[in-house]
């Protein structure tokens, strides 16, 4: 049976000593608890990946619905206990690090993935998740969506327009592998221990394929790595691994249409194809693989 009140939940979360340096905050709120499941949409038929169950809060409402849950966590203190309070046939609970996780060992066709996640790990869940920009991780197919409670502003930086302070590497690369909207806000009421800034949900759902096509994927995450290194400084001034003088650098920007005074965060995910493809084209070939 689900405890249904936050005071049960609450008390169950305050027996448990959190770890510091596992950023471990455990929502206990169940109205938000019920709507994060509610936003899957499970059934008997769906897989879900779960990222660091913690005290099973998430956990056990998944289970509920049908789907087949895996759930994932780091904290070998926490193994027995979510084990012992779990008696679900369709849970399997591992004890891993998430970021050395094989989704392939999972057999599913298509899997969910969701999480309350250390906040300070967010940006390597997703790079595990779908890969880095060109560079797909070898479970992409399978993805079928993350969804995850993350800190307020990290969730703006993946959903950011260009030209905004928030816009950078991790929206360019949320932008190649998903659809990304912000859900709904959690405060920080809705944890125990209390974090010190207020939550997002928000849902990535995984893209067929990347909305932009380059014939060098890899000089693109070099070209948006680059770009957003002093991200202050204009973008052609950041390009010193072509090894192209000023102006040609001036002449491939016009070329694509971008000022050559633009600064990284001017450019939309397709502005950076665009660029990377002109400088494909001028480059030597393998220079986008190159280390810095």
């Known amino acids: 049976m689900l405890d249904h009140t936050r005071e049960m939940l609450f008390q169950r979360a305050i027996t448990v000593r959190t770890k510091k340096k596992l950023g471990q905050n455990f929502l206990v ?38 789907a087949r849950v895996f759930a994932v966590e780091l904290d070998r203190d926490l193994i027995e206990p979510l084990t012992r309070s779990m008696p679900y046939d369709n849970l399997k609970i591992i004890h891993a690090d998430f970021l050395e996780f094989d989704f392939d060992e999972i057999k599913a066709d298509k899997i969910k993935v969701v999480g309350n996640v250390p906040y300070q790990i967010t940006t390597p869940i ?40 928030d816009y950078g590497k991790l929206t360019l690369l949320a932008q190649y592998y ?11 009421e809705e944890f125990i221990p209390k974090p010190e800034v207020t939550s997002a949900v ?22 948006v790595v680059a770009g957003f290194k002093e991200r202050r400084k204009m973008l052609k001034n950041n390009l010193a691994f072509t090894h192209l003088s000023e102006v040609e650098l001036i002449k ?20 950076f194809a665009k660029l990377s493809h002109a400088l494909a084209a001028a480059l030597p070939q393998g220079v986008g693989q190159e280390a810095d």
């Open 126 to 165: 997703i790079a595990h998740t779908f890969g880095e920009i060109g560079q797909p991780a070898p479970w992409i197919n399978k993805v079928q969506s993350l969804t995850m409670t993350v800190q307020i502003e990290l969730a703006r930086r993946i959903c950011a327009p260009p030209g905004i302070k």
């Open 29 to 66: 709120e169940p109205y938000t608890l019920d709507k994060i499941v509610d936003t899957l949409d499970l059934s008997s038929g769906d897989t879900v990946l779960e990222i660091g169950p913690g005290l099973g809060f998430l956990t056990e409402r998944l289970c509920e619905t049908g």
């Open 252 to 271: 491939i920007f016009a070329g694509v249409g971008i000022s050559p005074a633009a600064r990284a965060e001017n450019l939309s995910l397709a502005q």
């Open 178 to 188: 998903a659809l990304s909207k912000i859900l709904f806000k959690v405060g920080p």
């Open 202 to 223: 928000i849902e990535m759902i995984r893209l067929e394929t990347p909305p932009v096509a380059v014939d060098d994927p890899q000089l693109l995450q070099r070209l």
